[in-house]
C-alpha cells in the first residue's frame, strides 16, 4: 500500500515540538491543556449578553472629546489585535504544537478570538455611527502610527515561524519558542493588559458600562490565553531544557523593552489630549509591572521592578473576583465549578 502514513492509534511524539501530527487521546500525555479546554467551554459567552444602552449616553452626554479620542483608538486596536493572534493561531501554533489535548485549546482559543472580534466590531457600529470614521477604524493599522507600530511588533514574531515546515534544529525550536512567548507575553500579556486599564479607569468612573462587561469576560479569556501559552513554554523547557539559554533570555528582554516602547507610543496617542488621572508615565510604569509578571511566570527575575501605579485596577481585580462568579445569567451561560486560579497580573 502506496501513500502517506498514517499514525496508529498508540504513537505519540517524544516531545510536544517533535514534527508530525499526532492524533491519539489515549494514553493522554498532556492532560493539563485537555482541563484547560474544558475549562474554556464553561466560560462561554456571547455578545448579545453585553448591554450597551447606557454607554452611548455617555460618550455623548458626559464625555470629553479627549476620553472620546481614547475610547476610539482603543477599538480601533482592539479590531485588529485580536485577528493578528487568530492568524499566529492557525498559521503556527496549531501546526507546531504536536499534542491533540492542545490542539483541542487551541481550536477552542480560535474561537475566542473571533468572539472578541465580533464584540469590537459591535462596539464600532455602536461608538461610532458614521460609516466613513469606522471604516477609518477598521484601517487603523494602515493609517493610525501607533496601531501600525504594535501590528509590526506582532507580524515580524508571525513571520519568523511562518515559513518553518517543521521544527527540526534547536534555532528553529526555539524560534518558535520567542514567537510563543511574544504573543503571551507582549501581545496578550502588555497590549492588550494596558488596553484593559484604560477601559478599567472609565469604568472607575462609571463611564461605560457595556464596554467594561465586555471587557471583564474578555479578559478572562485572554488571561487563560496566556496560562495555556505558558504551560506550553513549561513543557518545552522541561522536554528541552537545552533550549533556554542565555541568548533566549535575552531575546526575552529585548521584546519586552520593545512591546513598553510600543504601547508606551500608543499611549501618547490616546492620551493627547490630556486625561485628569491618566498619564504617559503611569502607564509606562503599569507596563513595567505587568511585564515583571510575565517574567515571574517564565521562571525569570523581574526586570523593572515597578509598582502598580494604578489603584483602580486592584480594586477593579477584587470587584471583579467578588461578583464574577456570582453572575451566572448575566454573565456566563455555563455554571463554573471548581476551584479558581487568578491571574495576578494586577
Known amino acids: 500500500m502506496s501513500g502517506r502514513h498514517v499514525p496508529s492509534s498508540v504513537e505519540r511524539p517524544a516531545r510536544i515540538l517533535d514534527p508530525g501530527l499526532c492524533l491519539t487521546l489515549r494514553p493522554m500525555v498532556y492532560p493539563n491543556f485537555f482541563e484547560m479546554y474544558r475549562d474554556a467551554i464553561k466560560n462561554t459567552w456571547t455578545v448579545e449578553e453585553v448591554d450597551f444602552s447606557t454607554d452611548t449616553g455617555d460618550l455623548q452626554k458626559k464625555m470629553s472629546d479627549a476620553e472620546r479620542h481614547l475610547v476610539q483608538r482603543l477599538i480601533a486596536f482592539f479590531a485588529t489585535g485580536d485577528s493578528i493572534v487568530a492568524n499566529n493561531l492557525v498559521l ?10 492542545a490542539r483541542m485549546y487551541l481550536s477552542r482559543q480560535l474561537y475566542e478570538e473571533a468572539l472578541h472580534v465580533q464584540f ?12 466613513e470614521e469606522r471604516h477609518r477604524a477598521f484601517a487603523a493599522v494602515e493609517n493610525i502610527p501607533s496601531i501600525r507600530k504594535k501590528a509590526e511588533f506582532c507580524m515580524r514574531w508571525l513571520d519568523g515561524v511562518q515559513e518553518l515546515p517543521q521544527l527540526r534544529t534547536r534555532g528553529e525550536r526555539q524560534a518558535f519558542l520567542l514567537n510563543l512567548i511574544a504573543f503571551a507575553a507582549c501581545t496578550e500579556g502588555l497590549f492588550f493588559f494596558g488596553a484593559f486599564a484604560y477601559v478599567y479607569f472609565l469604568r472607575s468612573r462609571g463611564l461605560l458600562h457595556g464596554l ?3 471587557t471583564n469576560w474578555v479578559f478572562r479569556d485572554e488571561s487563560a490565553h496566556m496560562a495555556f501559552a505558558f504551560e506550553v513554554v513549561k513543557t518545552v523547557r522541561e522536554e528541552e531544557p537545552e533550549l533556554w539559554d542565555d541568548a533566549l533570555v535575552r531575546e526575552v528582554h529585548a521584546m519586552l523593552d520593545e512591546a513598553i516602547d510600543c504601547e508606551t507610543q500608543f499611549a501618547e496617542d490616546l492620551l493627547e489630549g490630556g486625561i485628569a488621572g491618566l498619564s ?5 510604569r503599569y507596563l513595567e509591572f505587568c511585564a515583571d509578571q510575565r517574567l515571574a511566570t517564565l521562571g525569570l527575575a523581574p526586570r523593572y521592578r515597578t509598582k502598580n501605579p494604578f489603584s483602580f485596577m486592584a480594586l477593579q481585580d477584587v470587584q471583579e473576583v467578588t461578583n464574577f462568579f456570582e453572575r451566572r445569567v448575566s454573565a456566563y451561560q455555563v455554571g463554573i465549578t471548581g476551584e479558581v486560579a487568578l491571574d495576578l497580573a494586577f
Do not use: F, M, S, W
Open 280 to 284: 504617559v508615565q503611569d502607564v509606562r
Open 120 to 131: 469590537y466590531l459591535t462596539l464600532l457600529d455602536t461608538y461610532v455611527p458614521d460609516p
Open 92 to 101: 503556527n501554533l496549531y501546526k507546531h504544537i504536536n499534542a491533540p489535548e
Open 212 to 214: 467594561a462587561a465586555g
